[in-house]
């Protein structure tokens, strides 16, 4: 079986190809651009095949997936960071919606009907969500509140018109926040343990710097979360959304002083405003009831155990 996982590179491609790996007979293709760094896939390179392309270009998107022609596609490929798209919300368009737009006519025009496409959605999707409209399930209205978030919602509503358009076969997630080792670091847990790493070594004064710790998230292990994108293909609905989260929320405050619970050190507390966001989601908490019902699925790893090796993740690089 030939898995393509776009974004192989990136923090969860790397973590779905290790995934991947552990299943019988399967082959792992992750696409990659000319400047992708390729640390995260290093200790995986003897195992996975690396294939140029661009997924900006809708020609070489065509053509690998007629040299690869793979039965599950994962894509993962996006501009993930929701300040980012605030600065260039074209360019979080075309690299997030252009792109799948690409796969998916790729799969029509070379009419590969049997292969299985993931399509990664986001818990931003749903946006400004009030108190008594939690824990989100699927049928919670999309209000979403950045550039990134309403790039997702496209990216989510294409994968559901192509399958029913074209009966393609495409199955959606809708990921709640997820972490671990190999977390980018401008992510909040990430750069907070990064933080708290410099900091143990002396390179940084006893500060963490933060924005709005009022914000309440749900988060899970990236591990747990990928092996629900492959159960999602392997006993998910065709044109089906499915949410992954944990189903408790906790407040940035908290994953704060969790985070602090690791390190001995005094370390003052600083708000600084170029971390606050022009609006910023408040409340995400997760009802995965339907995931659960439809794959068995349910998070296996603790928050603590998830942030301690993220921390020692840290601890080994700064
Ligand atoms: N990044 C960051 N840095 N966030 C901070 C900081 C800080 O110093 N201080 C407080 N926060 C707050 C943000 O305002 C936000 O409310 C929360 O921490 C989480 O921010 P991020 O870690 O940047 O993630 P996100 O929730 O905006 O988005 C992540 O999760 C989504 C799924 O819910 C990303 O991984 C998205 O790609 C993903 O779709």
Same mark, same amino acid.
């Given at each position: 079986?030939?898995?393509?996982i776009?974004?192989?590179?990136g923090f969860?491609?790397?973590?779905l190809?290790? $995934?991947?790996?552990?299943?019988?007979?399967?082959?792992? $293709?992750? !696409?990659?651009?000319?400047?992708?760094r390729l640390?995260?896939?290093?200790?995986?390179?003897?195992?996975?095949?690396?294939?140029?392309c661009? #997924?900006?270009?809708?020609?070489?998107?065509?053509?690998? *997936?007629?040299?690869?022609?793979?039965?599950?596609?994962?894509?993962?490929?996006?501009?993930? @960071?929701?300040?980012?798209?605030?600065?260039? =919300?074209?360019?979080t @368009?075309?690299?997030?919606? %252009?792109?799948q737009?690409?796969? #998916?006519?790729? %799969?029509?025009?070379l009419? #590969?009907?049997?292969?299985?496409?993931?399509?990664?959605?986001? /818990?931003?999707? $749903?946006?400004?969500?009030?108190?008594?409209?939690? =824990?989100?399930?699927?049928?919670?209205p999309?209000?979403?509140?950045?550039?990134?978030?309403?790039?997702?919602?496209?990216?989510? *509503?294409?994968?559901?018109?192509?399958?029913?358009?074209?009966?393609? $076969? !495409?199955?959606?997630?809708?990921?709640?926040?997820?972490?671990?080792?190999?977390?980018?670091?401008? @992510?909040?847990?990430?750069?907070?343990?990064?933080?708290?790493?410099?900091?143990?070594?002396?390179?940084?004064?006893?500060? %963490?710097?933060?924005?709005n710790?009022?914000?309440r +998230?749900? @988060?899970?292990?990236? &591990?747990?979360?990928? &092996?629900?994108?492959? *159960?999602?293909?392997?006993?998910?609905? =065709?044109?089906?959304?499915?949410? *992954?989260?944990?189903?408790?929320?906790? !407040?940035?405050?908290?994953?704060?002083?969790?985070?602090?619970?690791?390190?001995?050190?005094?370390?003052e507390? +600083?708000?600084?405003?170029? &971390?606050?966001? =022009? /609006?910023?989601v408040?409340?995400?908490?997760?009802?995965?009831?339907k995931?659960?019902?439809?794959?068995g699925?349910?998070p296996?790893?603790?928050?603590e &155990? !998830?942030?301690?090796?993220?921390?020692?993740?840290?601890?080994?690089?700064?």
């Amino acid at each position: 079986m030939r898995v393509l996982i776009t974004g192989i590179t990136g923090f969860v491609g790397s973590h779905l190809a290790e $995934y991947a790996l552990t299943q019988e007979g399967v082959e792992v $293709y992750g !696409t990659v651009r000319w400047r992708s760094r390729l640390d995260n896939v290093e200790h995986l390179l003897d195992r996975i095949k690396l294939v140029d392309c661009d #997924l900006r270009d809708g020609v070489a998107v065509r053509r690998t *997936l007629e040299e690869v022609k793979p039965d599950y596609i994962f894509h993962l490929a996006a501009q993930s @960071f929701v300040p980012t798209s605030w600065k260039a =919300p074209a360019e979080t @368009f075309i690299t997030n919606v %252009i792109s799948q737009l690409h796969i #998916l006519e790729a %799969i029509r025009e070379l009419g #590969l009907r049997d292969t299985r496409v993931h399509v990664a959605g986001s /818990s931003e999707e $749903y946006g400004m969500v009030y108190e008594h409209e939690t =824990p989100i399930t699927e049928e919670n209205p999309l209000r979403p509140l950045s550039p990134y978030a309403v790039s997702k919602v496209a990216q989510d *509503l294409l994968a559901y018109q192509y399958h029913q358009s074209y009966g393609i $076969y !495409t199955v959606r997630t809708r990921a709640f926040n997820h972490t671990g080792p190999r977390r980018g670091h401008v @992510f909040v847990e990430s750069d907070f343990t990064r933080q708290v790493a410099l900091i143990e070594k002396g390179k940084k004064e006893p500060v %963490i710097e933060v924005g709005n710790l009022e914000a309440r +998230r749900d @988060f899970s292990d990236v &591990r747990d979360i990928v &092996r629900g994108y492959w *159960l999602s293909l392997e006993m998910g609905e =065709p044109g089906e959304v499915y949410n *992954l989260g944990s189903g408790k929320a906790i !407040t940035i405050r908290e994953l704060l002083d969790l985070i602090l619970s690791f390190t001995d050190i005094e370390i003052e507390i +600083r708000q600084v405003p170029e &971390r606050m966001r =022009p /609006s910023d989601v408040m409340l995400l908490v997760a009802d995965y009831t339907k995931f659960h019902k439809a794959t068995g699925w349910e998070p296996t790893i603790p928050l603590e &155990r !998830t942030i301690e090796d993220l921390l020692n993740y840290w601890r080994e690089r700064v």
